[in-house]
């Protein structure tokens, strides 16, 4: 029999925001894509994935939806994603609670009435590569045209962040592969100038520190368009060998960070 914690710990989220700057989009706004959700809870139960953006329990009532089509109604798309259970896992007999069913649906093993509706659902035999492609790529794309984007990790301790969002030389994550996409639009458009400037900083315990610079600890957070914290390292990229020196180097011990944040700031120039 699962235990309840350790069938939540198997799943972690993808919040994926893109959104044109006001001054270029006058029309557009931030909106979620919690309408394909109920706010009724039936026996309160926590959702497999819940986070601040779905902070009551909410019961699925719609239709499966396309991601591409709702992508382009939608600035912020959740996506929910399954890791495979651990060796250490299957030893203590843990079992699978929470299961995709279908691309868009988390349904409940022991309770078939509980199911919860979000963008696209990842099961644990999906790549990384996929989880970009589907849930990440559009952002970066939409930063190299200067639409200001944001992918969001979350979920409990060990339920994949960093596996998704890091990764490793064997399966790359979602940063590495974002930096070189940005990499191959900037080779591919000779006519345009770029700077791609880092940053790279943990939350935890509410506390800030510089992931770039083993000196800035406890960093003081700045409400600030253009920057993050104060005295944050800030790296200009010249190439992609340059950001995994910058990331493998940094002194970081994933088992205990909360909450990374990963910046890149792309400013586009016009010849
Ligand atoms: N999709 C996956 N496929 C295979 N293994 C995975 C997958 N996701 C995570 N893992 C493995 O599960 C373990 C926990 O994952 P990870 O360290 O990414 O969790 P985390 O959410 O970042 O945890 P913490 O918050 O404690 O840092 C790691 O050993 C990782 O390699």
């Known amino acids: 029999m699962a235990t309840k914690q350790g069938s939540k710990s198997r799943i972690s989220?993808?919040?994926?925001?893109?959104?044109?700057?006001?001054?270029?989009?006058?029309?557009?706004?931030?909106?979620?894509?919690?309408?394909h959700f109920l706010e009724n809870s039936m026996?309160?139960?926590?959702?497999?994935?819940?986070?601040?953006?779905?902070?009551?329990?909410?019961?699925?009532?719609?239709?499966?939806?396309?991601?591409?089509?709702?992508?382009?109604?939608?600035?912020?798309?959740?996506?929910?994603?399954?890791?495979?259970l651990s060796p250490r896992e299957i030893r203590q007999g843990e079992e699978i609670a929470w299961y995709a069913d279908g691309e868009t649906i988390v349904r409940n093993e022991h309770n078939p009435s509980i199911a919860y509706a979000y963008d696209r659902v990842f099961g644990?035999?999906?790549?990384?590569?996929?989880?970009?492609?589907?849930?990440?790529?559009?952002?970066?794309?939409?930063?190299?045209e200067g639409i200001n984007g944001t992918i969001f990790a979350y979920g409990v301790t060990s339920s994949g962040k960093t596996h998704t969002m890091h990764g490793d030389q064997r399966s790359p994550g979602i940063i590495p592969l974002a930096v070189k996409d940005a990499f191959s639009i900037i080779q591919e458009t000779p006519n345009r100038e770029f700077l791609l400037r880092v940053s790279y900083l943990e939350i935890y315990n509410e506390i800030v520190n510089d992931l770039l610079n083993p000196a800035g600890q406890n960093l003081r957070i700045r409400e600030d368009a253009q920057v993050l914290a104060y005295q944050l390292f800030t790296v200009f990229l010249y190439d992609y060998t340059l950001l995994f020196f910058s990331?493998?180097?940094?002194?970081?011990?994933?088992?205990?960070?909360?909450a990374i944040t990963f910046t890149f700031v792309l400013i586009p120039g016009y010849n």
């Open 43 to 84: 026996d309160g139960q926590s959702s497999p994935a819940s986070s601040s953006a779905r902070s009551k329990p909410q019961y699925f009532y719609s239709e499966s939806v396309n991601l591409d089509t709702e992508r382009s109604k939608e600035n912020v798309t959740v996506t929910v994603r399954f890791r495979p």
């Open 13 to 35: 989220g993808l919040i994926s925001y893109s959104r044109k700057p006001a001054a270029k989009s006058p029309s557009s706004s931030t909106t979620s894509s919690t309408k």
């Open 124 to 144: 644990p035999t999906t790549t990384t590569r996929h989880v970009y492609d589907v849930a990440a790529q559009h952002v970066v794309n939409g930063a190299m």
């Open 247 to 258: 990331v493998l180097t940094s002194n970081t011990d994933t088992t205990i960070l909360m």
